[in-house]
């Protein structure tokens, strides 16, 4: 049994033997569909919170967190004696108590979400939870991951247990509409609606909320599109694009940032009000994040997230001129060009080199010249970008001597 795999099964036994619990997830469609699973599978009451505010808790009961808490586990451990944390947002450290994909080197930005994680976790108690799948599923669209290579599991129970048929889910309605739909309602403020579509319940108010989110989503595009010049001017010589906007939906930033990062190929960073201080929700894209680009990194001591996708949040407007000053900084350190250079010593470096001549003929940011003994290697440009070289050339050294090897 792998590691990550006896996580999930002791994760489901802890759960089942500490009902009743509460259980405090995030208002997000991962978040969401998250809550519904964990009402679908056990005796728990669900709280929906934006920013986890353990103060606000019962801590004389079994807490179980979703989609949020990794990075808090520190703070949590403090407060609460039983808990548990299922999440999938990265972290520089995991608490024993907390299952994380990140944690047992699968990428929980891409590959699997809270929701997705969570429903593995359940599927434990037994196959008729199979038909749960959905609400994993949701939860995988919603934080924008692929169905393959991990969620295809999910995929698949979903068929067999004939709520999935083709992309129609329970012989109603779209399966990427019903995710919208629950991503309406959490961006409206209608979390508890959210979480009756997800529990099959009130589609149809549901989809008063879409068609409320879709209006009022184009009329900011077209807000922020008007204004655009002036928001490339203001961010002259930054890497990412700042916006602070309090004419746009504050609840909509974050997919207004994607939708931007998508358009123009720059990390978008919005920041607005709401009644507490200043939200700021950063996007960026894959090729960015390619370059180098982590916005949860950039963003550290201020907030955190993923790679591709962050939040922060300032108590006082002062702070948003050294927030942007320290964000983009990094985000400069994370993308300005580096040089690399390796001495690699190999027995018959001429032979190795006809091989990787072969192999690396793609690339044109790298040197690479047989000298005695010895393959030198210089390799620049963008920190991803030479990462990736190198873990080619590298790969390819290797595989060559073997092979001569084995001659
Ligand atoms: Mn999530």
Request: charged fraction near 25%; include cysteine; hydrophobic fraction near 40%.
């Amino acid at each position: 049994m792998s590691e990550f795999e006896e996580a999930l099964v002791e994760a489901s036994r802890t759960l089942q033997d500490n009902q009743p619990f509460q259980v405090v997830t995030h208002g997000d469609v991962d978040g969401v569909a998250a809550g519904a699973l964990a009402v679908s599978a056990f005796d728990c009451r669900v709280i929906i919170q934006k920013r986890l505010a353990l103060q606000n808790l019962d801590s004389s009961q079994f807490t179980l967190f979703l989609d949020m808490g990794s990075s808090q586990s520190r703070e949590i451990e403090e407060r609460l004696s039983q808990y548990l944390i299922i999440d999938h947002h990265p972290s520089p450290d995991y608490g024993p108590r907390t299952v994380n994909p990140w944690k047992y080197g699968i990428d929980g930005t891409r590959e699997l979400c809270a929701a997705s994680t969570f429903y593995l976790v359940i599927k434990r108690l037994g196959d008729e939870f199979k038909r749960l799948s959905y609400l994993g599923l949701v939860g995988a669209l919603g934080d924008r991951q692929s169905v393959e290579p991990r969620n295809a599991e999910l995929w698949k129970d979903a068929v067999e247990a004939g709520v999935l048929h083709g992309t129609v889910l329970f012989n109603a309605y779209e399966l990427s509409e019903f995710v919208q739909v629950v991503n309406a309602c959490c961006r409206n403020s209608k979390k508890e609606l959210g979480m009756d579509v997800c529990l099959l319940r009130n589609y149809q108010q549901g989809k008063r909320e879409l068609e409320t989110y879709n209006r009022v989503f184009e009329r900011d595009l077209q807000h922020l599109t008007d204004k655009w010049e002036m928001i490339i001017r203001e961010n002259e010589g930054r890497i990412s694009l700042y916006i602070y906007d309090d004419a746009i939906t504050r609840k909509y930033a974050g997919e207004l940032a994607t939708r931007l990062a998508r358009s123009y190929e720059r990390p978008v960073i919005i920041l607005a009000h709401d009644g507490e201080g200043i939200k700021i929700s950063g996007r960026a894209t894959s090729a960015l994040v390619r370059k180098g680009v982590h916005l949860g990194n950039a963003f550290q001591g201020f907030g955190g997230g993923h790679d591709v996708a962050a939040g922060a949040f300032l108590e006082d407007e002062d702070m948003i001129e050294t927030f942007i000053q320290v964000t983009d900084q990094r985000l400069h350190r994370m993308i300005a060009p580096v040089r690399v250079e390796l001495d690699i010593p190999v027995k018959d470096a001429s032979q190795v080199m006809k091989a990787l001549a072969v192999d690396n003929k793609g690339y044109d940011t790298v040197d690479i010249v047989a000298k005695g003994d010895h393959i030198l290697v210089t390799a620049w440009g963008q920190p991803g970008t030479v990462k990736n070289t190198i873990d080619d050339i590298l790969a390819c050294v290797i595989s060559a001597l073997s092979m001569m090897e084995g001659e």
